[in-house]
């Protein structure tokens, strides 16, 4: 079986929350810094901070957007599952070989 936008779908909404957290948290301990960058002796964290914001808001956006988008039209996903001797259904696993 292909994988199919239903799946890319799913698997970016599954990922949607943690990385999005992740860069709030982020974003959120360097915002007092890039904010207080006129004060004496922040002349280089301030602009640095903002850099780091700007870097972060992009890998967001790539990871949220590009990346889904790009391996729906360049990638070729097939899905196998491998079932253990004793029948057990939590013991299958898929395989998602990229070529």
């Known amino acids: 079986m292909e994988w199919g936008l239903d799946t ?12 999005l957290m992740t860069a709030l948290v982020v974003a959120l301990g ?18 640095m901070a ?3 914001l700007g870097g972060l808001l992009t890998s967001t956006v790539l990871n949220l957007l590009v990346l889904p988008t790009l391996a729906l039209r360049y990638g070729r996903f097939t899905k196998t599952n491998h079932e253990l001797p004793s029948g057990d259904p939590s013991s299958r696993s898929a395989a998602l070989p990229i070529g």
């Open 30 to 47: 360097l915002l007092p810094i890039a904010i207080s960058s006129e004060e004496a002796g922040k002349e280089i964290e301030g602009p």
């Open 8 to 19: 890319a779908i799913r698997g970016a909404t599954e990922r949607l929350l943690p990385i």
């Open 50 to 52: 903002i850099v780091i």
